[in-house]
């Protein structure tokens, strides 16, 4: 089964400063990871994916993520953050194995503040 | 990007009337279209999984018959809550995949509908 962990609830980062957003992951074989934002009473925004290839990955908003295949894990990183930043964070993957569902399967949510 | 329109955005509505609910590919064909139900500050639940044509797939736990969802075309699938209660009240979310997203499985997501049952 697939499994996902965000294991911070809640991720405090002054403006200016880097912040990184932890995510672990579960799935059989090779996975395809990605991160979503969501914003308050809004849906879920794309922000990156790692299919395969360069283990570091850029994205929209000037958000990057290293894909680490030995600790399994996919963490969110910004080198300056913003107050506009804040929002919910979700992980998600799933498997590449052909014929698989294409459910991803997500995180608990990290909600990050960008303190002023 | 794809865009997935859902509407729509905001419903109140009495204990036992029953809400619909639609989500629209509006750029691509939506092969799959999933439905998630997402409770304040928690992460997304997946309800179902509807296929274009054909039956949904429900989740463990998810009443098929209080919740319908219907996907008769490729750029339309629809939720409807029916016989609604108070602990329906939530906010529901659909994405969908295609040939947008490619073989990777990048999902779109549509704004998502906050339902209050009185």
Same mark, same amino acid.
């Given at each position: 089964?697939?499994?996902? #962990? $965000? ?22 074989? +090779? ?9 308050? +009473?809004?849906?879920? $925004? ?8 360069? +283990? ?16 399994? @894990? ?26 698989? #569902?294409?459910?991803?399967?997500? *995180?608990? *949510? ?7 | 990007?794809?865009?997935? @329109?859902?509407?729509? @955005? ?40 509807? +296929?274009? *044509? ?20 490729? %750029?339309?699938?629809?939720? %409807?809550? %029916?016989? #609604? ?16 997203? *490619? ?9 998502? @509908? ?5």
């Amino acid at each position: 089964a697939q499994s996902v #962990a $965000q294991p911070e609830d809640q991720v405090n980062v002054a403006e200016g400063n880097p912040l990184t957003v932890k995510c672990t992951y579960s799935v059989s074989g +090779n996975p395809y990871l990605f991160w979503y934002v969501q914003y308050p +009473n809004r849906g879920l $925004q794309f922000l990156l994916k790692y299919i395969t290839g360069d +283990n570091l990955v850029k994205g929209s908003y000037g958000f990057e993520a290293e894909f680490n295949k030995s600790q399994t @894990s996919f963490h969110l990183k910004k080198p300056s953050a913003l107050v506009s930043d804040s929002a919910l964070y979700f992980c998600a993957a799933r498997t590449s194995e052909a014929g698989s #569902a294409r459910q991803l399967t997500f *995180g608990s *949510g990290t909600q990050l503040t960008v303190l002023p | 990007g794809a865009v997935v @329109s859902q509407h729509p @955005s905001w419903v109140i509505c009495k204990s036992g009337t029953s809400v619909k609910i639609e989500c629209r590919s509006l750029d691509f064909q939506a092969t799959t279209m999933f439905w998630y139900r997402q409770f304040p500050k928690q992460s997304l639940m997946l309800m179902a999984t509807s +296929n274009e *044509g054909s039956k949904a797939t429900y989740e463990q736990g998810v009443e098929k018959d209080k919740f319908l969802i219907n996907h008769a075309s490729l %750029t339309l699938s629809t939720l %409807t809550v %029916t016989s #609604a209660h108070p602990e329906d009240s939530s906010f529901y979310i659909c994405s969908a995949s295609g040939l947008a997203g *490619g073989s990777t499985g990048e999902l779109f997501f549509g704004e998502g @509908s906050r339902l209050t049952v009185l």
